[in-house]
């Protein structure tokens, strides 16, 4: 595998242990998993929360993942529903420096395969820890202000990638999966602030989970994506000038 940008993140979270977040950071991460489940227990009460769920429903017919404070359904639909649950009264984490929501994306398709896998809670933790981690990265990766001068709206674009990070900690892989299950989040990357003002904006955090879900799933049968989907020259997400630093890029300070 080359030294890319993309390369070196798959290499990072594939290899990331449960041994190697310091005790502080697993304080952290389990005092941010709380909050982003109370945020969806108070998110039930938000007004547009019926139409996605009927949305959610849609998505399958199955029930073997449980959406959070109620009902059970498809892996796809809990996802999709725990994510606008999270954000629906605006009341989750903010990563200040990006304006990004982080949990939405990140939350939901880790509890949803650690459902599905019965994986431990020291596994759910190390899957949200480096969802997390991915997800501020590859933000301040963008060089927000001229991201946001774009217009763009950073959960729906680096959401996704948080997704893909905890669904590949949670299915076991290795970096070379890892490294297709981002490439196959960038191609979901999407979301402008033209929607600013509309329960769109807040949407798109719950796609997001919804992308990094499929990202990680679709990978995980060996589809294949580009190689480098941050720092490429023609469409990376970030651009050449993409972040390599772990000690400048760090949220968490793993």
């Not at 709380?34 to 769920?53: N, Y």
């Not at 954000?87 to 990563?95: K, P």
């Not at 070379?176 to 033209?194: D, H, N, P, V």
């Not at 970030?238 to 300070?253: D, E, I, T, V, Y």
Request: with cysteine; net charge positive; charged share 15%.
């Amino acid at each position: 595998m080359s030294a890319t940008p993309t390369a070196e993140l798959a290499r990072f979270i594939a290899g990331l242990q449960y041994e190697d977040l310091p005790p502080a950071i697993r304080e952290r991460v389990k005092d941010i998993i709380l909050d982003a489940l109370a945020s969806a227990i108070a998110g039930r009460q938000g007004h547009e929360s019926p139409q996605v769920r009927a949305l959610a429903r849609a998505l399958g017919s199955s029930s073997e993942a449980t959406v959070i404070g109620g009902e059970r359904l498809s892996l796809a639909g809990a996802t999709l529903l725990n994510g606008y649950l999270i954000t629906a009264v605006t009341v989750c984490d903010v990563h200040r420096p990006t304006l990004c929501h982080v949990t939405p994306q990140v939350v939901p398709p880790a509890l949803a395969l650690a459902e599905r896998a019965g994986a431990s809670g020291k596994a759910l933790l190390l899957a949200v820890a480096a969802g997390l981690e991915t997800t501020v990265r590859v933000g301040l990766g963008t060089k927000y202000p001229a991201f946001r001068a774009r217009g763009w709206h950073s959960p729906g674009v680096i959401g996704p990638f948080g997704g893909a990070a905890a669904a590949g900690k949670l299915l076991g892989f290795d970096a070379e999966r890892q490294l297709m299950a981002f490439g196959l989040a960038g191609s979901q990357s999407a979301g402008t602030f033209a929607h600013w003002g509309t329960p769109t904006i807040k949407f798109h955090q719950s796609r997001g989970a919804l992308s990094g879900l499929m990202a990680g799933l679709l990978a995980e049968q060996g589809f294949l994506a580009s190689r480098e989907i941050l720092a490429h020259k023609d469409g990376g997400i970030a651009g050449p000038a993409f972040c390599r630093s772990s000690s400048r890029c760090s949220w968490l300070r793993l």
